[in-house]
């Protein structure tokens, strides 16, 4: 049976205050830009709402892609896991998960390092 990895989790509940805290900034700052662009032209409910859609939706296309991403790194991490020296991990897009990847295979590398020097 696989383990269940949930997308979402109540214990990272701060952390996504946080990136709402971003996406309100950038939103605001968005509908700024546009009303001084437009020399006042576009209404500031306007540009609230053009902000705040905006920015949401790019905030859901980098979401949904990284969640392909990390279904598609999945089998590579759990052939890592199991100690495979190539777990073949495919690349992907986004800097955070090729960190992310990075950091796996150095951590099963001190591992394997660690239980060959003992």
């Known amino acids: 049976m696989k383990t269940k990895y949930p997308l979402l989790s109540a214990k990272n509940i701060p952390a996504y ?9 950038v ?10 662009v437009s020399g006042g032209a576009i209404g ?22 990284s969640a392909a991403n990390l279904k598609k790194l999945r089998p590579g991490f759990e052939r890592l896991a199991a100690g495979e020296k190539d777990p073949q991990i495919p690349r992907v897009w986004c800097p955070v998960l090729t960190m992310a990847i990075r950091a796996a295979v150095e951590l099963s590398e001190k591992i394997v390092e660690k239980e060959t020097n003992q």
């Open 17 to 25: 205050g946080v990136v709402m805290g971003f996406w309100i900034i």
């Open 44 to 65: 500031w409910g306007a540009a609230l709402v053009l902000g705040f859609a905006s920015v949401m939706a790019g905030m859901g296309i980098m979401f949904g892609a």
């Open 27 to 36: 939103s605001l700052i968005s509908a700024f830009i546009m009303r001084h």
